[in-house]
């Protein structure tokens, strides 16, 4: 698929102003960009000038039936497909965000990621390895691929990771795992896990990533 074509859903800016923010939302195995894309209406009440863009992953499931997209083949579901599968797919979801960006006119500095689950998964290692830092990473959910290839990433980029203590897809140990290594490699990370929760997005997980966002594009650089 050509990385003009991970169309889906976009949330323009609530202000009617031109996009200052570009804030791309990842989303999980099985769901497409239609699944996470009222997270930008919600946080568009304290980002009126930000674009929110939800694409949807490249690859159908195998399986028809299931509907939805993924934006890697899951079989073994072990770090070492994780780590593979994330790297296949950087390199069109790098293309589409340069011409997101290309696009409003908006530069790296400009721009913050957003993902649920393997989306955090995109997120996290594409972000991580972008030519310019994006202004912020946010994980759903998800975990951090290729741990022990963190040499060169962009340390001047935060994270920040959320999880559900009650996360039975992606077991919440996950989360202080990839705070570790992140925190070990120089990123300034913060984690929560949250009590009660499953694999999905709370309230209170949503308020916790509209705080980050906006101190994220309110740093200066």
């Given amino acids: 698929m050509h990385p003009l074509d991970l169309s889906g859903p976009r949330f323009t800016p609530k202000s009617g102003n031109p996009p200052r923010q ?6 999980g195995y099985g769901a497409d960009g239609e699944d996470l894309i009222d997270l930008g ?6 980002l009126p000038d930000a674009v929110f863009v939800a694409p949807n992953a490249p690859e159908p499931l195998p399986f028809e039936v299931l509907g939805g997209r993924q934006w890697f083949a899951l079989q073994e579901r072990d770090m070492h497909e994780y780590s593979l ?12 965000l340069d011409n997101e960006l290309q696009r409003y006119g908006l530069s790296d500095n400009d721009m913050t990621l957003v993902g649920f689950s393997q989306g955090a ?6 972000g991580l390895r972008r030519t310019a830092p994006p202004k912020g990473i946010l994980a759903y959910s998800g975990l ?6 963190l040499q060169g990433v962009n ?12 996360d039975d897809v992606v077991p919440p140990y996950h989360l202080d795992a990839g705070a570790k290594a992140l925190s070990n490699a120089g990123v300034a990370v ?3 896990l949250l009590e009660g929760l499953g694999h999905s997005i709370d309230e209170r997980a949503m308020v916790l990533g509209g705080r980050f966002l906006n101190r ?4 200066a650089g």
Avoid: K, N, Y
């Avoid at 209406?41 to 304290?46: F, I, K, Q, V, Y």
């Avoid at 296949?88 to 293309?95: C, I, K, V």
């Avoid at 998964?121 to 594409?126: E, G, N, P």
């Avoid at 001047?156 to 203590?165: D, F, N, Y």
């Fill in 155 to 166: 340390t001047t980029t935060p994270v920040l990771m959320v999880h559900g203590a009650e």
């Fill in 190 to 192: 913060e984690g929560h």
């Fill in 22 to 27: 570009l804030v791309v939302i990842l989303h």
């Fill in 121 to 126: 998964m995109m997120a996290l290692h594409t």
């Fill in 144 to 149: 951090l691929p290729a741990p022990d290839q």
């Fill in 85 to 96: 599968g994330s790297e296949a797919a950087r390199a069109l979801l790098d293309t589409f």
């Fill in 41 to 46: 209406r919600a946080w568009s009440e304290t």
């Fill in 216 to 219: 994220c594009f309110s740093a």
